[in-house]
């Protein structure tokens, strides 16, 4: 299991576990996302303002199936940003840090 940042839902019908890694990153990360039905998903990444950073995905996804979405981008600014992952049932939140020295975002 490559990290430990799973969040699962509560949400009897349909439940979603996903985790981001590295966490920290140094803006190269990845997300993975498991539903237990088939369902319409969207991954969105906010920064600590609220402002959408990237839509990282938007689509259809198979029942148990993992998905991964890799991301890079030195360009982000230190600080906390927000992994959101919905779909019609349920909206999750995961806390990711990004640290960019001189050293490992250029």
């Known amino acids: 299991n490559p990290g430990n940042n799973a969040v699962n839902s509560q949400n009897s019908a ?3 576990s996903s985790e ?15 539903s237990t039905q088939s ?13 959408l950073v990237k839509q990282l995905y938007k689509g259809d ?16 600014s230190t600080g ?6 919905k779909t019609n049932e349920l909206k999750k939140y995961i ?6 020295t001189w050293m490992i975002c250029t």
């Open 61 to 76: 996804i198979s029942e148990n199936e993992i998905y991964t979405v890799d991301y890079a981008n030195t360009n982000l």
């Open 20 to 34: 981001v890694y590295p966490n920290p990153s140094n803006g190269r990360f990845t997300v993975e996302f498991v």
């Open 95 to 100: 806390s990711c840090y990004v640290s960019c």
């Open 39 to 51: 369902t319409s998903i969207e991954v969105l990444l906010f920064d600590v303002t609220g402002n």
């Open 14 to 16: 349909n439940q979603v």
């Open 80 to 85: 906390m940003y927000q992994c959101v992952i």
